[in-house]
């Protein structure tokens, strides 16, 4: 595991019981599965029990803040990730959805005080992101789950 040291000092700080909830873009579905997958072995090895762990579709990356903020709002997480993959095309179309999705993604977590992972691969091709997914499911579990012990140390 690349993050194996940040993991190992997380393990004693982790509460079983959090519920993380990972929102996805239904575009690239197998690529982004493979975050996903990754994401969900990474919380499962680290503590996180597997009930505790839910997906939610979102139609693209531009959608991932409004399905997270639903979900914060409602008191249904306690942390989120949000995994899609934008390829960039001719115009600035993908960097404005990705751009936009990291604003949105910002917003949730100080409005809500919920971690949110940010995964949304902004790439030349897709070639580029397949070669990082699995890594970055692995980052961003670590991410949620360091942030969270930190919160509850600095709400202790």
């Given at each position: 595991?690349?993050?194996?040291?940040?993991?190992?000092?997380?393990?004693?700080d982790?509460?079983p019981?959090w519920?993380i909830?990972i929102?996805?873009?239904?575009?690239?579905k197998?690529d982004?599965?493979?975050?996903?997958?990754?994401?969900?072995?990474?919380?499962?090895?680290?503590g996180?029990?597997?009930?505790?762990?839910?997906?939610?579709?979102a139609?693209?990356?531009?959608?991932?803040?409004?399905?997270?903020?639903?979900?914060a709002?409602?008191?249904?997480?306690d942390?989120?990730?949000?995994?899609g993959?934008?390829?960039?095309?001719e115009?600035?179309?993908?960097?404005?959805?990705?751009?936009?999705?990291?604003?949105?993604?910002?917003?949730?977590?100080?409005?809500?005080?919920?971690?949110?992972a940010?995964?949304?691969?902004?790439?030349?091709?897709?070639?580029?992101?397949?070669?990082r997914?699995?890594?970055?499911?692995q980052s961003?579990?670590?991410?949620?789950l360091?942030?969270?012990?930190?919160?509850?140390?600095?709400?202790s």
């Open positions: 595991m690349k993050n194996a040291n940040a993991s190992v000092e997380l393990i004693k982790i509460n019981e519920r909830g929102v996805h873009s239904s575009f690239y197998e982004v599965q493979k975050m996903i997958d990754s994401a969900k072995k990474t919380l499962i090895d680290l996180i029990k597997e009930q505790g762990i839910s997906e939610h579709l139609t693209g990356s531009f959608e991932i803040p409004l399905i997270g903020s639903a979900l709002d409602n008191d249904d997480v942390a989120l990730i949000g995994f993959i934008v390829v960039q095309g115009t600035g179309h993908a960097e404005i959805i990705v751009e936009q999705a990291a604003k949105g993604m910002m917003d949730v977590q100080i409005r809500y005080k919920v971690p949110f940010f995964e949304i691969l902004h790439v030349q091709s897709l070639k580029d992101a397949q070669v997914c699995e890594s970055k499911g961003a579990a670590n991410a949620v360091h942030s969270l012990a930190q919160l509850r140390l600095l709400r």
